[in-house]
Structures are given as C-alpha cells and as structure tokens.
C-alpha cells in the first residue's frame, strides 16, 4: 500500500514524499528507520482525492486517540534529539493536527511552556483547559528526563511503554477476533436452523398422530418457537446487546478485565499481561532515574487489576520501611521465583531497572505463548460446542422422520 507522508529530518528539515508498507503503522516504522520523524501520514489516493500533502488541509488519518498519542510522544521525543527547540517542537506539532482535538491540546500545552512552567508540569491536566490525556508514568518520565537533560530519551522511553501498551491490547483483540466470529457465525446458523428448516420438518407431521422421541420434541418445540416468536427473539437479543454495550461503559474495561481474570482459561492470560505490562512500566521509570517510590506508585495507579494494585501499594508501604524489593515482591506474591532471582541480582549489581527490563521481557514471552495455547483451546473448544448443538438438532430431526413410519391414523 502506498502512503503519502510529510516528515523531519535529523536536521530539522521537511520532508514530503511516499512509502510503500503493508499498513500505517508499518509505514510509520519504515520512516523511522530511515532517520524521519512522521508528521503527517495518509493512503496515497485519499491525499490525492483530499489535496497534496503541502496544503493545509492534509492531516493524518487515525481511527484510534491512543495510537495519536502514540505517534505524538514518538515525534515530539524525535524532534528534540534532532536538535529542534522545545517552542519549535509543539508548534510544527501543533501545525501538523490543524483541525484534530489534539491540536488545542498541544496549544494549551505551548501557551503554559511559554508562561514559564516546565513540560512536565504543562502536561498534567489543567481546569477548564484541553488535555494530552498521557498516562501518569509518562509526565514522571518526562519529569525525570528534565532533570537528568534527557528529555528526549525520557520521552522516547515513554513512546516505547505507550507502543507496548497498544501492542498489547492489539494483540489481545486479534487473539479474541477469530474465536469471536466463531462464535457468531455458529450462533446465527443455529438461529436459522431453528428459525426456517425445523419448522418445515414439523409441518410434515402437521395433523399426525406421531409419537416422538424426547429430543425432536425439543428440538421441534423450539424451532416452532423461534419461527412463531422471531421478531420478539430478535427484540431481546438487540436489548441484550443494548444493555451489554450499557453495562461495559458503566462498569469500563478495567471491571471486566477483573471479572475475567476469575476465569479458567482468560484469568491466568489477563494476569500475565498484567505482569508484563507493570513490569515494563517499573523497569522504564527505574532506568530514567524516577524514584522507586515514585515510580512504584505511578505503577500501581496504572494497572487495571484492582488486587494487584493492592499488593503493589502494600509493596510501596514495605519499602518505605526499609524492605528491599525482592522480599516484598516475594511475600505478595507478584513475582515468580526465577523473576524474583533476576530482581535480587538487580539489587545488589545496582542494575534494578535493567534487570526488572529482564523480567518484563520474560513475561511478555510467556504472556504471547500463552496466548497462542489459550487461542489453540479456545477455537477446538468452540467448533465442537456448536457442532455438537447443530449434530444434535439434525439427529432430532432425523429422529422425527423415522417416526413417520410408526404415524397412526
């Protein structure tokens, strides 16, 4: 797919051109490679059915906020290693969303910089002022970098946990997508047996006097049922979902990620992905010079998992009392014995945040081979779920054929 994409270079300068890639964040990638810093990024024929990517009005095209976060803390750290001022920076990003929410956002942050707070302290959010919405461990980790003077690597290492946060939850939702369709596929098939062809089969027996088995009658009954009720059947499952889709933003993600990770075959995937995602969070802030009870803080506050959360505070409340790491760790159980071995070595080496990288490296192998036996399970499990309702359906139909024989006059 070709893409039309307005960039800097190392040196500052814009660049206008186009990338061959599978898809936009390949294309993004394959820039990056080669030293750019995207700025603006669209398929190619809608640039040209839009306007040129030098007149104002080309803009990127995104389907989701959380990747534009994404790529805007990825440029912005770009910019700054080039050697590009701050100012500079937030006005070309600025320049390059005209028109998008996060371009009042990105104002309101320059017009604070300009008054004379530190970026870190512009980018939390302000009353009655449009906010970046970034994460807490980023404005530590920018915090940190204004301290250290590496501001840049600050905000490349956070561009990095926030791309990992996305990889994650893609990789979640491409997990879930084939068993889902699955699912659905097999749901509606079992609705139109049930709706057209057991009907026809029970008006043959219409007016007979026909002794069924147990299972035709069910079988039988029920389609009779879904084919004489179907628009009130239809008007239940629209309100189901209605109501579903009600629930999931009054309780949000991060209620349903709890309530799943009580189950057998999610629980232990969303617990290891929760693992990998604190873990890679503590190993960044400890590696940018955030202090651990900071940083063991803002790790906390960030996971969606209200009992890890718990015991991360609890470990928070043990180190301020002069408990290492590794022991609290330990004691609650957060850390497997080999990755508490890696935290301890990080202990006394003085390398903790490079080591807790080790164990966030760790868990996210075993969050992804675990997700492939979890998806290997989850599609056998559902084919023969559904082939079994649909092997029963067609011998309860077979059943009431047979019984054509037997029918008494």
């Known amino acids: 797919m070709r893409f039309a994409y307005q960039a800097v270079d190392a ?67 770009s910019l700054l290693a080039a050697g590009v001022t701050l100012e500079e920076s ?15 956002a990105l104002t309101a942050v320059l017009g604070r910089v300009l008054a004379g707070e530190r970026l870190s302290a512009a980018l939390q959010p302000a009353a009655g002022q449009a906010s970046l919405a970034l994460p807490g461990y980023v404005v530590a980790l920018v915090a940190a970098g204004e301290s250290t003077g590496d501001l840049a690597g600050a905000l490349g290492r956070g561009a990095e946990q926030l791309e990992f946060d996305e990889q994650i939850r893609a990789e979640t939702a491409e997990a879930l997508l084939y068993p889902a369709i699955l699912v659905a596929a097999g749901a ?44 009130l059947i239809a008007a239940l499952l629209a309100g189901a979902v209605v109501l ?15 309530a799943l990770a009580h189950l057998p075959l999610l629980g232990g995937w969303i617990r290891l992905q929760e693992t990998t995602r604190w873990t890679g969070m503590l190993a960044l802030m400890l590696q940018s010079r955030v202090p651990i009870l900071a940083a063991l803080d803002l790790t906390a506050g960030a996971v969606t998992l209200a009992d890890v959360a718990a015991r991360l505070r609890r470990t928070l409340r043990d180190i301020g009392r002069g408990e290492p790491l590794s022991r609290s760790l330990a004691a609650h159980a957060l850390l497997a014995a080999n990755e508490l071995s890696m935290v301890r070595v990080g202990e006394r080496t003085g390398q903790l945040g490079a080591m807790m990288g080790h164990v966030a490296g760790y868990a996210l192998e075993r969050n992804r081979r675990l997700r492939k036996r979890l998806v290997s399970l989850i599609e056998p499990i559902a084919i023969l779920t559904l082939g079994g309702i649909i092997a029963l359906i067609i011998v309860g139909v077979v059943l009431a054929l047979t019984s054509l024989s037997d029918v008494k006059f």
């Open 188 to 231: 509606g098939a079992v609705l139109f047996v049930f709706s057209f062809v057991v009907p026809r089969f029970a008006s043959l027996l219409v007016g007979r006097k026909v002794e069924l088995p147990w299972l035709s009658g069910v079988v039988l009954g029920i389609g009779q049922a879904v084919n004489r009720h179907g628009a």
């Open 90 to 104: 937030l006005r070309t990003l600025i320049e390059a969303r005209q028109g998008l929410p996060l371009a009042e």
């Open 244 to 258: 579903a889709a009600l629930a999931w933003r009054a309780a949000g993600p991060a209620r349903v990620r709890a």
């Open 11 to 77: 040196s500052g300068a814009l660049q206008r051109g186009h990338e061959e890639a599978a898809c936009e964040t390949g294309a993004v990638a394959q820039l990056l490679a080669r030293g750019l810093t995207p700025l603006a990024l669209q398929p190619a024929s809608e640039a040209a059915a839009g306007g040129s990517a030098g007149r104002p009005g080309w803009r990127r095209r995104t389907g989701s906020r959380r990747i534009e976060r994404v790529l805007l803390v990825r440029e912005l750290a």
